[in-house]
């Protein structure tokens, strides 16, 4: 195991652990790279990105990057919170707040501090959100720490504390392609998610507060299926939030294999929720960093998180954290080949 400090305009962190690497930059805490073994142990590096700093600073559909203060929608870019509203910045369609406003988390500088510990390597990146940034009040102080081990897990640590009520929803938004980066779409993917319920919405992509369970739908991955096989039937494509069966601890959300390289990733989270996302939006404008252009479907997001819009849905479960309390959430994505 180790950790390498190299620079694309900014820190970059290369974690080795067995045949598994990892690259992180202190820009936005993003992955920019993640090379994992198929089943010939064959390595490829399985997450969307650029080559340096240029391209991520040019803007882009939130590659590898870390999301919060809120991950994903907040319905009208506002809130109230103890009788008091906030307004958030509308970057979602000019209607929607998304993933933490302008300048969320994903476009910040995080302080890195690297370690390793066994056959493990790790990343603590630390970050304080000051009151009333992108709208949010109250001042968060963030820690978030990257763990790569020699058996083939990637393990984010989110831990935040505030000095005032706000919301908080922290999430990881890497684009896999278990073929490797830039080959071609993620339709063949075979997708099983553990999670009986979903979040329906609306046509700006905001919940409507229903809770309905997945059974006789197309968004029904109870059982594997490819991500192709029914995507016709959903409007857009996959952008839907999920929820596991009520429990608690690290639980696992999702299964995905690859038929052609035998490569398996399994995500595991602490919280209820998870988006799934088919990189709908993707639209063969933006090179990669192997030189291809990105097609629409040229990557999926497994992006576990509290629910869309929790500030304005009394419904779901409760994204406010206060002064005293400790927000945590872990996220594994788990690697292997077969």
Excluded at 76 to 99: I, M, P, S, T, W
Excluded at 128 to 151: F, H, I, K, N, R
Excluded at 153 to 173: E, G, I, K, Q, S
Aim: glycine share 14%; charged share 20%.
């Amino acid at each position: 195991m180790s950790v390498e400090h190299s620079t694309i305009g900014t820190d970059l962190y290369t974690l080795k652990a067995g045949p598994y690497s990892a690259k992180i930059t202190t820009y936005g805490g993003i992955l920019t790279e993640l090379h994992v073994p198929d089943a010939n142990g064959k390595t490829a590096d399985v997450v969307l990105g650029f080559r340096d700093l240029t391209g991520y600073l040019a803007g882009h559909p939130y590659f590898g990057s870390t999301i919060g203060r809120f991950g994903n929608r907040i319905g009208g870019a506002r809130f109230a919170l103890d009788g008091k509203e906030y307004q958030l910045a509308a970057n979602n369609n000019g209607v929607n707040h998304l993933h933490g406003g302008i300048r969320g988390f994903d476009k910040v500088l995080w302080s890195a501090e690297p370690f390793t510990s066994g056959k493990d390597a790790g990343l603590r990146l630390s970050y304080t959100s000051p009151d009333g940034e992108e709208g949010y009040p109250g001042t968060l102080a963030v820690l978030l720490v990257y763990t790569l081990t020699a058996t083939g897990d990637l393990r984010l640590d989110f831990t935040a504390t505030t000095d005032a009520p706000t919301p908080v929803n922290l999430t990881h938004h890497s684009y896999f392609n278990l073929k490797g980066e830039g080959e071609g779409n993620v339709l063949d993917h075979q997708v099983q998610l553990f999670c009986d319920r979903y979040t329906p919405v609306g046509e700006t992509l905001i919940p409507t507060g229903e809770i309905l369970p997945v059974a006789g739908t197309p968004l029904d991955f109870t059982t594997p299926y490819a991500i192709g096989a029914r995507i016709a039937q959903v409007p857009g494509g996959y952008d839907h939030n999920f929820l596991l069966p009520d429990g608690s601890g690290l639980r696992k959300v999702a299964r995905v294999t690859e038929p052609a390289s035998g490569r398996i990733m399994e995500v595991l989270t602490t919280e209820i929720g998870t988006q799934f996302y088919t990189g709908n939006f993707l639209d063969g404008t933006l090179t990669g960093k192997s030189g291809a252009k990105y097609p629409q479907h040229g990557g999926f997001c497994l992006e576990p998180q509290k629910c869309p819009d929790s500030p304005n849905q009394p419904s779901f479960p409760s994204c406010i954290l206060r002064p005293g309390e400790e927000y945590k959430h872990t996220i594994v994505y788990r690697f292997g080949a077969e």
